[in-house]
């Protein structure tokens, strides 16, 4: 019989206030619904759903129109990561990103926030406030 024993390990948070990194590892250690996302807006820990399916044509369109104009060394995607902004208390991921490669050659479950050069965010009557005023 073999007994194994995890060893607790430190969790890896962005620099910041001891509010912030609170915050940052207590939203990296919840166990989120599927379809949900968590995130840090305006120094609060909020829960939203996905995108829904009728925005994909539109992020696609955003990332082929934008791939061409690209800075060196960025990509375009919209895959779900939380970018973190330890300054403004915040950390979330947007639904189209264009940020700078080198930010990605990381193990840490969130990316500098700096690293972004474009954000796009699909709004809809529910989401529009925070998406244009909560996120800024």
Known sequence: ???????PTAMDVPSGTARFQKLCRTLL????????RAEIVGGNIV??????????????SLRAQSGPHLPPG???????????????????GPDVF??????????KRYIDGD????????????????????RV
């Open 29 to 36: 250690s919840m166990e989120v619904p599927d379809g949900y």
């Open 74 to 92: 960025h990509t375009v995607d919209h895959a779900p990561f939380l970018f973190a902004f330890p300054g403004a208390e915040r950390a979330y």
């Open 115 to 134: 690293a972004l050069s474009f954000v796009a965010e699909p709004t809809s009557d529910s989401t529009r406030e925070v998406d244009w005023n909560d």
């Open 47 to 60: 829960m939203s759903p996905w995108s829904k399916g009728y925005y994909l044509p539109v992020m696609q």
């Open 98 to 107: 264009v940020a700078d490669m080198a930010a990605f050659r990381t193990r």
């Open 1 to 7: 019989m073999t007994v194994m024993l995890e060893r």
